[in-house]
T-cell receptor, first 109, second 115 residues
Framework: GIQVEQSPPDLILQEGANSTLRCNFS?????LQWFHQNPWGQLINLFYIPSGTKQNGRLSATTVATERYSLLYISSSQTTDSGVYFCAVENSGTYKYIFGTGTRLKVLA | ETGVTQTPRHLVMGMTNKKSLKCEQH?????MYWYKQSAKKPLELMFVYNFKEQTENNSVPSRFSPECPNSSHLFLHLHTLQPEDSALYLC??????????????FGPGTRLTVL
């Protein structure tokens, strides 16, 4: 089946710093989502981005489907950005999302 | 607030108990999902329902029994669980088919502890 790898696995930042999270996948995908899981376990939708670039405030994401990767950019990070960021991809024709192992982000005040 | 609710939020049960988890979506979606998230592991898909019909059972042990009475409600019935079944159980919904994006929205999860 499709493999989804995220990097880095852990990231510690000072408040105000910028970061880039990466998601690599091993096969063609129909859909791709980025989520933020807060400390209470809730998965919050950040981006639905099977291709192209989107921006939402301090966050932006880019997916290059032909090269099988997606990037999540966090600018001017805040302590509330702490948590785990997951990439999930839907393999073409399967209707199933496969989740990566996540990037655990800690932003220090 | 994602439009997907789950109850209870926390559950502690013994290995001989029977309990049920409930999920309800208010988004008008046609597909619902159960995922399991164990400590330090990625989310694992357990079951998929599309228009109330089960379309995926990801080799889940029979001590987990799903039920989908309609497109808005999903249950996970639990019986004779093991301590290794302790995890966060997440429900999700999406709209599939046609021009729908199949974008998934998640509930807050039920944190289950099996003693």
């Amino acid at each position: 089946g499709i493999q989804v790898e995220q990097s880095p696995p852990d990231l510690i930042l000072q408040e105000g710093a910028n970061s880039t999270l990466r998601c690599n996948f091993s096969d063609s995908v129909n859909n791709l989502q980025w989520f933020h899981q807060n400390p209470w376990g809730q998965l919050i939708n950040l981006f639905y981005i099977p291709s192209g670039t989107k921006q939402n405030g301090r966050l932006s994401a880019t997916t290059v489907a032909t090269e099988r990767y997606s990037l999540l950019y966090i600018s001017s990070s805040q302590t509330t950005d702490s948590g785990v960021y997951f990439c999930a991809v839907e393999n073409s024709g399967t209707y199933k999302y496969i989740f990566g192992t996540g990037t655990r982000l800690k932003v220090l005040a | 607030e994602t439009g997907v609710t789950q109850t209870p939020r926390h559950l502690v049960m013994g290995m001989t108990n029977k309990k049920s988890l409930k999920c309800e979506q208010h988004l008008g979606h046609n597909a619902m999902y159960w995922y399991k998230q164990s400590a330090k592991k990625p989310l694992e898909l357990m079951f998929v329902y599309n228009f109330k019909e089960q379309t995926e059972n990801n080799s889940v042990p029979s001590r987990f029994s799903p039920e989908c009475p309609n497109s808005s409600h999903l249950f996970l019935h639990l019986h004779t669980l093991q301590p290794e079944d302790s995890a966060l159980y997440l429900c999700a919904s999406s709209q599939r088919g046609g021009r729908a994006r199949n974008e998934q929205f998640f509930g807050p999860g039920t944190r289950l502890t099996v003693l």
